[in-house]
């Protein structure tokens, strides 16, 4: 992690140069909040570790420069400003974290670990396998430029296949999902939606989508290969048999 430090005070600046550097970390310093900024201007950083008592130009006008600049990096107070007022300050003017002083070296690099978590990746709003289109947000499902009509249970099924297709979806998550607190459900109950989706988004054309993998579970597919542990067979192929 590359991570720019900024403080006065020598013996605060030595103990975090040191301690960051032995967790494996890429350690800049600065002693002012002018020559912190003017570095910012050269190098890229993950995260600025910014006090706010500092000299020439203090943290927070630090961090509201960096802001203005669109800098990316992660920003966290550290500072023996305590009051609930700083605090919301630093937060308003663009700090991701605010740590007051004093502080454990532990504390601080969970922090660290902390906001420089990459953002969950956002959900997908559609699906597209093969030819066959699944719109979350309309609810819509069209295949082969045809729309399908499905049941609200039909279309949760096919939504947790689509999310994690090509990948097998257990039939004990499929069920657990669709039905959630009814506990009373049972595996039957699934083979008929399996059946019944099956009947809507197959039947009518050349290829199958929706496989089977025996003994795993299910999987949305476009193209018939080996997919987890077992063979895959399409569900156009088993009518009448029990899945």
């Keep these: 992690m590359r991570i720019l ?8 600046l030595h103990l975090l140069n040191k301690g960051l550097t032995e967790h494996g970390h890429e350690v800049t310093l600065a002693a002012d909040g002018a020559e912190g900024l003017k570095v910012t201007l050269d190098r890229e950083f993950d995260v600025v570790l910014l006090d706010v008592g500092l000299p020439r130009l203090n943290g927070f006008d630090v961090a509201q420069v960096l802001r203005e600049r ?10 023996a400003y305590n009051k609930e007022d700083d605090i919301v300050c630093g937060l308003n003017l663009g700090a991701d974290d605010y740590l007051t002083k004093p502080f454990s070296f532990p504390e601080l690099l969970a922090r660290l ?7 969950p990746e956002p959900i997908a709003l559609t699906f597209t396998i093969g030819d066959l289109l699944v719109d979350r947000v309309q609810h819509k499902v069209m295949r082969g430029g045809r729309p399908i009509d499905l049941t609200r249970n039909e279309h949760l099924l096919l939504e947790f296949l689509a999310q994690e297709s090509p990948r097998v979806v257990s ?11 009814h506990k009373e459900v049972t595996a039957g109950a699934l083979d008929v939606l399996v059946n019944a989706l099956r009947g809507k988004i197959d039947a009518h054309f050349s290829s199958g989508l929706l496989h089977t993998v025996r003994g795993s579970g299910y999987a949305l597919r476009a193209e018939q290969q080996e997919v987890g542990t077992g063979p895959l067979t399409p569900l156009t192929q088993m009518r009448g048999q029990a899945i």
């Design 70 to 79: 669109k800098c990316a990096a992660s920003i966290m107070m550290l500072t």
């Design 5 to 12: 430090v900024i403080e006065d005070e020598a013996r605060m």
């Design 171 to 181: 039939r004990s998550t499929l069920i657990e999902g669709i039905w959630k607190e």
């Design 113 to 119: 670990r902390a906001v420089t978590r990459p953002a």
